[in-house]
């Protein structure tokens, strides 16, 4: 089955820097790459998904980079704020199974 | 976006009754549905996949008559631990994702279980 690593598993920036966590997968068939944002106590909410059909994907402050041949997956915050402290997690499925998360990024934005 | 949504948010009981947790997709119909559990501090471990209308699928090491699992229509799934323990406590999440497949899965808020 498929197989999702997430590094780092804490990290620190100061608020403006950029954050990245980067993810692996293992299953070829894996099609789907969701990041989602939990904070303390409350529900992961989807902040970006990529597919396996396209390389790049931008929404504002937040991007996600994907290379299928590579099998990783990375997510990019640019100019971070205090809110954007959480735990991130990765996620990948293959179409129409169930999701196998990563182990979760813990990110402290410092002001 | 779809919502879903848990009940109870939160709940304390005795160790040795049983405990009912309430998946419900609020607009729309979810054939699938997925329980996690979640430690403090961890990731969401995937402990069954719920179909509407047959049996559950459990996760290896999960005990399916411990944490049975019903999903008797395509909007309502239910988790009910039996005989809870103390270490049975913990964050229980449930997600559904609509039945075209291979899209976002939506979170319920999640139900704290506390075993004293």
């Known amino acids: 089955g498929e197989n999702v690593e997430q590094h780092p598993s804490t990290l620190s920036v100061q608020e403006g820097d950029s954050a990245v966590i980067k993810c692996t997968y293992s299953d070829s068939a894996s099609n789907y790459f969701p990041w989602y944002k939990q904070e303390l106590g409350k529900r992961p909410q989807l902040i970006i998904d990529?597919?396996?059909?396209?390389g790049e994907k931008k929404d504002q402050r937040i991007a996600v980079t994907l290379n299928k041949t590579a099998k990783h997956f990375s997510l990019h915050i640019t100019e971070t704020q205090p809110e954007d402290s959480a735990v991130y997690f990765c996620?990948?499925?293959?179409?129409?199974?169930?999701?196998?998360f990563g182990p979760g990024t813990r990110l402290s934005v410092l002001p | 976006g779809a919502v879903v949504s848990q009940h109870p948010s939160w709940v304390i009981c005795k160790s040795g009754t049983s405990v009912k947790i309430e998946c419900r997709s609020l607009?729309?119909?979810?054939?699938?549905m997925f329980w996690y559990r979640q430690f403090p501090k961890q990731s969401l471990m995937l402990m069954a996949t719920s179909n509407e209308g047959s049996k559950a699928t459990y996760e290896q090491g999960v005990e399916k008559d411990k944490f049975l699992i019903n999903h008797a229509s395509l909007t309502l799934s239910t988790l009910t631990v039996t005989s809870a323990h103390p270490e049975d406590s913990s964050f229980y999440i449930c997600?559904?994702?609509?039945?075209?497949?291979?899209?976002?899965?939506?979170f319920g808020q999640g139900t704290r279980l506390t075993v004293v």
């Open positions: 990529i597919r396996s059909n396209v």
């Open positions: 997600s559904a994702i609509k039945p075209q497949g291979n899209t976002e899965a939506f």
């Open positions: 996620a990948a499925t293959p179409y129409g199974q169930n999701f196998v």
């Open positions: 607009d729309f119909q979810a054939t699938t």
